[in-house]
């Protein structure tokens, strides 16, 4: 069964950093293009950044550009997103997904990994 | 601000039909057939129900479908359950960004 499990989360302060990671298991992970979308306490889901399956294109949205950095390792099945500079506005509850470029859709979720901003 | 828009929340009665629209615009959803729904239960993983305008991915009920007309494409559940309480997130390709479109979510309650 595909799978998209997300750690890293947890209490950051404000000013620095916080690392999360994406475990992917049950689907080729170099296949596929990976995205994280995040979720603000009482707020909709907001695309946050997307990278291609062989890494050569990289979105962010304005709201983490420059701050945030996407990777990934598929030798590990593994994504990651490397969050500098953390604000209150970064708190949420962050996802990994899946994207399926066929049908432009993102087709599996995690289940999210939650971090707070807060001195 | 998103560039798609949702009405905030939508209700009905169990069994009763309702839908739930998103409007964006002819860069979006009026000239690319790749509207994609998803339903979010609180605590939950997000879900794909809907793909490609009016396709269903396996295991989704054919309860949900999906349409679209001009800038607007519509999600409709028939037969409400209380289990389809829920979020709903409208999404569509677009050439003009890299970035994924998401429209700002519809709240569900069935009364």
């Known amino acids: 069964e595909a799978q998209l499990v997300e750690s890293g989360g947890g209490l950051g302060q404000p000013g620095r950093s916080l690392r999360l990671s994406c475990a992917a298991s049950?689907?080729?992970?170099?296949?596929?293009?990976m995205h994280w979308v995040r979720q603000a306490p009482g707020k909709g889901l907001e695309w946050v950044s997307g990278?291609?399956?062989?890494?050569?294109?990289?979105a962010y949205a304005d709201s983490v550009k420059g701050r945030f950095t996407v990777s990934r390792d598929n030798a590990k099945n593994s994504l990651y997103l490397q969050m500098n500079s953390l604000s209150a506005e970064d708190t949420a509850f962050y996802y990994c997904?899946?994207?399926?470029?066929?049908?432009?859709?993102?087709?599996?979720w995690g289940l999210g990994t939650l971090v707070t901003v807060s001195s | 601000q998103s560039a798609l828009t949702q009405p905030a929340s939508v209700s009905g009665s169990p069994g009763q039909s309702i839908t739930i629209s998103c409007t964006g615009s002819s860069d979006n959803i009026g000239y690319y057939n790749y509207v994609s729904w998803y339903q979010h239960h609180p605590g939950k993983a997000p879900k794909l129900i809907i793909f490609e305008v009016s396709n269903r991915p396996s295991g989704v009920s054919d309860r949900f479908s999906g349409s679209k007309s001009g800038n607007m494409a519509s999600l409709t559940i028939s037969g409400l359950q209380a289990e389809d309480e829920a979020d709903y997130y409208c999404s569509s390709y677009t050439a003009s960004t890299t970035h994924v479109l998401l429209g700002g979510g519809t709240k569900l309650t069935v009364l």
């Open positions: 997904v899946k994207g399926n470029l066929i049908q432009r859709s993102l087709d599996l």
């Open positions: 049950g689907f080729t992970f170099e296949d596929y293009s």
């Open positions: 990278i291609s399956w062989n890494s050569a294109s990289i």
